[in-house]
RNA sequence: GCCGCGUUCGUCUAGUGGCCUAGGACGGUUGGUUCUCAACCAACAAAUCAUGGGUUCGACUCCCAUACGCGGUACCA
């Protein structure tokens, strides 16, 4: 059997949702490892909630993070159109298909009466279904050729149990009676997800549904669909949601969620796919830090952990650190995060500051924090400055060469001479300097600032 | 409400009946190094393995109940 992996994003939000980017990363993983394809189809059948721009942003962040798709509707693909909306007659035509065979029906209720309908079952404690009613028409053609709205539903039996079997979970049964006659064609013509599901999956001939748990209950509606057609299923795997800090399922209130964010932060992609690798699944021998590669080589879909985890972005900062300070070419990485880009100093600043900035920072955003004291005066200071001190620095640092250890030594022999803890006049000369309490070594600092414009912030 | 899925340190996890007085990582605390902050090194604290019942010579590991959390219950995906 060739291994298909899939991931089906909406284009609903802003960018890729982390939640979608590992999904991704799993299919990426589970298809590549076995030899097999990966693909992405946007299943954009939600006419209401549609977003402009989304589908291109989605496609762009998973490049970014590397999981490049074998078939999309980008690359296009032996299976093309990989957009729903651009399949709708498919999805008609296997509707009607449904309700000649007597598994589905046209339903020519209106939303005002499903309301009333729902309100009644909830005001009796009923389970809100539908009831119906429409399952008896038999005139429905002529009353589309009269142009009534209708929808399709799928007709579920009343009895027995649907069960299936989760590679994660292991089997799952749910009752057929509490299965709803699910809208699966809406009076748009579009669509819903549970008929584009399984029609494309089908068509695309897709071996693994590889999704979050949220489709749980809804996969009994799948499974049903398959046996209508008469299709072979594919394995069901049904991953963890990733949650917010307070348990709920990951979402944009309470958490950054667009990875167009952590791309924006100077998260690196290798960093953000490593943290997601660890997230309900660990590496045989424990190892925190690898690679896609060597994940690829030990990942079994069978060890996915069921426990929902918490998204920590204080570990995502930790790993993204090794990856900075593990970085070979950190300056082109590092330089469209600072504003200094373009500076003339800047190309003889960042190779000479690199050392010493990427053991401070955990994402480039930070770059320009650590710095901007080399391409301008400070404008505030964090505590106040004892300028007869510098005054003094000053006078002595005019006549000595200008490297650390000359400096250092200079240091040394004013604190004495002034009863002052060396540290204690460290510290002015970095406030006079940078402005700031806290930052990179000074001694080194100075040297590549220049001993002109070092004397120069003594003054002031 | 109903249906489903879960439950090991604050967080991510190891653990598949005896190796567990429960291991690692992040975070935290303390100390070392040190011109600050990081990095680095060392150490420490942190989980009655949700609770209660079974099964077993023996349970974190198997079974059942309860509690709690999460998801679903749309002409959203």
């Given at each position: 059997m060739i291994v298909r992996t899939r991931i089906a994003p909406s284009p609903t939000g802003e960018n890729l949702h982390i939640g979608n980017a590992y999904t991704a990363l799993i299919n990426y993983i589970f298809a590549k490892k076995n030899n097999g394809r990966f693909i992405v189809r946007i299943e954009d059948t939600d006419r209401t909630r549609l977003v402009e721009g989304s589908q291109g942003r989605i496609l762009d962040s998973l490049s970014w993070l590397g999981l490049n798709p074998d078939e999309s509707p980008h690359t296009g693909g032996p299976y093309a159109p990989y957009r729903q909306s651009d399949r709708l007659d498919i999805y008609?035509?296997?509707?009607?298909?449904?309700?000649?065979?007597?598994?589905?029906?046209?339903?020519?209720?209106?939303?005002?009466?499903?309301?009333?309908?729902?309100?009644?079952?909830?005001?009796?404690?009923?389970?809100?279904?539908?009831?119906?009613?429409?399952?008896?028409?038999?005139?429905?053609?002529?009353?589309?050729?009269?142009?009534?709205?209708?929808?399709?539903?799928?007709?579920?039996?009343?009895?027995?149990?649907?069960?299936?079997?989760?590679?994660?979970?292991?089997?799952?049964?749910?009752?057929?009676?509490?299965?709803?006659?699910?809208?699966?064609?809406?009076?748009?013509?579009?669509?819903t997800y549970h008929l584009g599901v399984v029609v494309d999956d089908h068509l695309m001939e897709i071996s693994h549904i590889i999704r979050g748990e949220e489709w749980i209950s809804s996969t009994p509606k799948h499974i049903l669909l398959y046996d209508f057609f008469g299709w072979p299923k594919p394995v069901f795997a049904h991953m963890p949601l990733l949650r917010n800090p307070d348990k709920s399922k990951l979402s944009k209130r309470k958490n950054?969620?667009?990875?167009?964010?952590?791309?924006?932060?100077?998260?690196?992609?290798?960093?953000?796919?490593?943290?997601?690798?660890?997230?309900?699944?660990?590496?045989?021998?424990?190892?925190?830090?690898?690679?896609?590669?060597?994940?690829?080589?030990?990942?079994?879909?069978?060890?996915?952990?069921?426990?929902?985890?918490?998204?920590?972005?204080?570990?995502l900062k930790w790993m993204n650190k090794h990856y900075i300070m593990d970085f070979d070419h950190f300056i082109e990485k590092a330089a469209p995060f600072s504003r200094f880009k373009d500076d003339p100093r800047f190309e003889r600043i960042a190779a000479k500051t690199e050392e010493y900035v990427k053991p401070r920072i955990s994402h480039l955003a930070e770059y320009d924090h650590m710095i901007e004291f080399f391409f301008e005066k400070p404008k505030e200071y964090e505590k106040p400055v004892d300028r007869e001190i510098c005054s003094r620095l000053k006078k002595l640092l005019s006549d000595i060469p200008w490297i650390h250890e000359e400096?250092?030594?200079?240091?040394?022999?004013?604190?004495?001479?002034s009863g002052m803890k060396p540290k204690d006049v460290f510290m002015q000369l970095r406030l006079a300097v940078t402005g700031k309490t806290v930052g990179l070594p000074l001694l080194e600092s100075l040297e590549i600032l220049g001993k002109e414009e070092t004397l120069s912030r003594l003054n002031s």
């Open positions: 008609k035509k296997y509707a009607m298909d449904l309700v000649e065979k007597g598994h589905a029906y046209c339903c020519f209720c209106t939303p005002e009466r499903l309301r009333d309908m729902r309100e009644r079952q909830e005001k009796n404690h009923q389970p809100p279904m539908y009831d119906g009613t429409c399952k008896k028409i038999t005139n429905y053609e002529l009353r589309i050729t009269n142009r009534e709205k209708y929808v399709i539903r799928m007709d579920v039996p009343d009895e027995g149990v649907t069960t299936f079997h989760d590679l994660i979970r292991g089997d799952i049964s749910f009752e057929n009676k509490l299965i709803d006659d699910q809208v699966i064609l809406k009076s748009d013509g579009y669509p950054p969620v667009w990875v167009s964010w952590y791309r924006d932060q100077g998260y690196l992609p290798e960093a953000l796919l490593n943290y997601l690798s660890t997230l309900a699944w660990s590496m045989p021998d424990g190892q925190d830090i690898f690679s896609l590669e060597e994940m690829m080589k030990n990942f079994r879909l069978e060890n996915v952990k069921t426990t929902a985890p918490i998204f920590d972005i204080e570990k400096l250092e030594k200079t240091i040394r022999q004013l604190a004495e001479k």
